[in-house]
């Protein structure tokens, strides 16, 4: 494997894979792959994860954690196998065990559920999640109406609506932005889903405003940092793209985004596969140029699986596309932290 105007990380180990699935089609001008750079997981996700890890080895199994700590079925299955058990709800859990909540958040009736069954509860909700808790916290308290732009049914969007129920309005998409209806439009605000594409939120905002002149903007952007800059990676790969391919499970909001804006911004075509083995040879067929990416919620070996894949068929040149630096950490759940064990 050749890499060109960037570096592709080594030190990991790559994992076990089935070679010789894709066929080695010669395509005029050569073959290439290009990696975007910020991929994989965030802040958030890291922090997820190695608090069910920890947790685990701080406490023994069995571990309990209401929903999926993060939206990837890889991530989910490891965690199973080192003895994590995923439930829905809290009162599937023996009373007295411990739980964590998942990166995306719970609502005040979840804890409250949790703390009624005597559980130990660790909370793993992203700390970006936890600011737009805060946000609908404060301006219900200040008697604004809430329009929460997100997926209604996503857990993220149930947590945040839960911290102010009577006050939230979920919006799906633009379209809806031109139907909704407020009591109040002197008093309103609009809040959103931390994983939503960046274009069609500011859409969807720009569809509002036109209908209520007094929306205000929060504080500060509520769509994190990772998701942003991966669509930002995104969208430059994809204007040299014959085809994108997207690593990250089908329940992952940020990931599905990265299809669309690949597609939106240039890709003649873009796929989600949770694994390299999901790579069809037609999506190859008279491909010369691979864009590669993986959404927020992704381990690195997943994506070093479809690179290995990729060589197989005769993409060895690989070209790192960077747009930003990522240095953000955040502290694990305090119950986690080592100096609660001197």
């Not at 406490?59 to 965690?79: C, F, Q, W």
Request: hydrophobic content about 40%; overall charge negative; aromatic content about 4%.
């Amino acid at each position: 494997m050749t890499i060109t105007n960037g570096r592709v990380p080594l030190d990991a180990p790559r994992p076990a894979l089935r070679r010789g699935r894709l066929e080695d089609r010669a395509v005029e001008g050569g073959k290439r792959i290009l990696l975007a750079t910020p991929r994989g997981y965030c802040a958030g996700v890291d922090r997820a994860v190695l608090a069910v890890e920890k947790a685990l080895q701080q406490y023994g199994a069995p571990i309990y954690v209401r929903k999926e700590i993060v939206h990837n079925k890889h991530v989910v299955s490891s965690l199973e196998a080192e003895g994590a058990i995923f439930v829905d709800e809290v009162d599937a859990i023996p009373e007295g065990a411990r739980v964590i909540f998942s990166a995306h958040g719970v609502s005040p009736m979840v804890v409250q559920a949790a703390a009624d069954r005597g559980l130990d509860a660790i909370d793993a909700t992203c700390p970006l999640v936890t600011k737009v808790h805060r946000e609908a916290i404060r301006f219900a308290r200040d008697d604004f109406h809430i329009l929460l732009i997100g997926h209604d049914g996503h857990e993220e969007v149930e947590g945040t609506a839960g911290h102010a129920p009577d006050r939230v309005t979920i919006v799906n998409d633009p379209d809806e932005a031109d139907t909704v209806q407020v009591a109040d439009p002197e008093k309103l605000v609009w809040l959103s889903q931390t994983t939503l594409s960046v274009d069609e939120t500011m859409e969807t905002v720009r569809r509002l405003r036109l209908r209520f002149p007094h929306l205000q903007d929060p504080p500060s952007d509520d769509i994190c940092y990772a998701t942003q800059n991966r669509q930002v990676a995104i969208k430059k790969v994809a204007a040299d793209a014959d085809l994108v391919i997207v690593v990250g499970s089908a329940n992952s909001s940020n990931s599905v985004r990265l299809v669309e804006v690949a597609l939106e911004h240039g890709a003649k075509a873009a796929h989600r596969v949770d694994y390299s083995t999901e790579i069809q040879q037609a999506w190859l067929d008279g491909v010369r140029t691979v864009g590669v990416t993986s959404g927020a919620s992704v381990p690195e070996g997943l994506v070093r699986e479809v690179l290995a894949e990729l060589e197989d068929a005769g993409y060895a040149d690989v070209t790192e596309v960077r747009t930003a630096e990522e240095d953000l950490i955040f502290s694990l759940p305090k119950e986690l932290r080592p100096s609660r064990n001197r």
